[in-house]
């Protein structure tokens, strides 16, 4: 009777000494796990543009794939506000900062901010004129620009005049498309651009910006908008002004502009990909917390749209 009285005290005391271990092990297991867990900031230069949305959606989708944290700020097309966010995540301890930058010289010394906290930095979209970047994910802007040049010079039959209408000056987007845009479309002496104006990525601008165009150029045969917000707007202006036969080429490919040149308003766009924008910062991000190595520049693919 003692012998059994002292094998089930030794039993309770092994069985004991085995929970408290196991719930010893869990604890340990999610408190490592917690620790585990990175933080990556991403920063918008603008919500209020169809594209930067979806440029978010797809960095939000990896990191949900990867396992990321992922605080997303918008800089409201705000240098100083862009600056004030960085900080705010610089406090939140993020482990890599994504930026697209509202203007390519002012994000300068966000990206410093960053780099003093040794916090790694990548830009996507609009490239940084300074500060240690890791790696810029974008589209090759420039040969966008040479896209939308030739097939306006190729539907004009190599005559007519043009209106470019521009993006926010200062950011890289804005000089690379005009860039690619102005030096392939010089390749045609028939060709003129008869207006070029900034109408900063806007829609609301790129109406206003075009109803005086339209007021002060009696003879338009093609207006090239360095993004498809603009070229909505300058279709508008077209539109109430009742000027029939203008061809409207635009940039990025968002939904508003397909349907646009599904309904016979938008001759075409230079369709980028955002979302892979935003998909490529998560997955360089992921790849350069484990150690592996990240090329300085990652371009995303264009594509000619049309009806």
Do not use: W
């Amino acid at each position: 009777m003692r012998k059994s009285k002292i094998l089930f005290l030794l039993l309770t005391f092994i069985l004991t000494v085995a929970l408290i271990a196991g719930c010893s092990t869990g604890n340990t297991n999610n408190t490592s796990n917690a620790k585990e867990e990175k933080t990556i900031g991403l920063v918008i230069s603008t919500l209020n543009n169809p594209f930067f949305v979806t440029l978010k959606n797809g960095a939000e989708a990896k990191a949900k794939e990867l396992g990321y944290k992922l605080i997303v700020e918008d800089s409201q097309n705000d240098s100083s506000k862009e600056l004030s966010n960085v900080e705010d995540l610089i406090q939140q301890k993020v482990d890599v900062l994504l930026i697209n930058p509202v203007d390519s010289d002012a994000v300068v010394n966000a990206i410093k901010e960053a780099n003093s906290k040794n916090i790694p930095v990548i830009t996507l979209d609009r490239s940084a004129n300074g500060g240690d970047v890791i790696c810029h994910i974008a589209s090759d802007n420039v040969k966008g620009g040479e896209m939308a040049a030739e097939f306006i010079a190729k539907t004009l039959n190599g005559k007519g005049n043009v209106v470019e209408l521009e993006g926010i000056p200062g950011t890289s987007a804005a000089r690379d498309r005009g860039k690619g845009f102005d030096e392939a479309i010089a390749k045609y002496p028939d060709i003129k651009i008869i207006a070029k104006q900034a109408a900063d990525f806007d829609r609301s601008k790129g109406l206003s910006v075009m109803e005086n165009i339209l007021q002060a150029q009696p003879k338009i045969d093609a207006v090239f908008a360095q993004n498809d917000e603009m070229a909505l707007g300058a279709i508008k202006a077209i539109e109430s002004a009742n000027r029939q036969g203008i061809l409207v080429v635009g940039f990025d490919g968002t939904d508003d502009a397909l349907k646009a040149i599904k309904d016979g308003k938008m001759a075409a766009t230079i369709a980028q990909q955002p979302a892979l924008i935003g998909s490529l910062g998560v997955e360089m991000a992921d790849k350069y917390l484990k150690g592996e190595k990240v090329e300085k520049f990652i371009p995303a693919e264009l594509k000619l749209i049309t009806k």
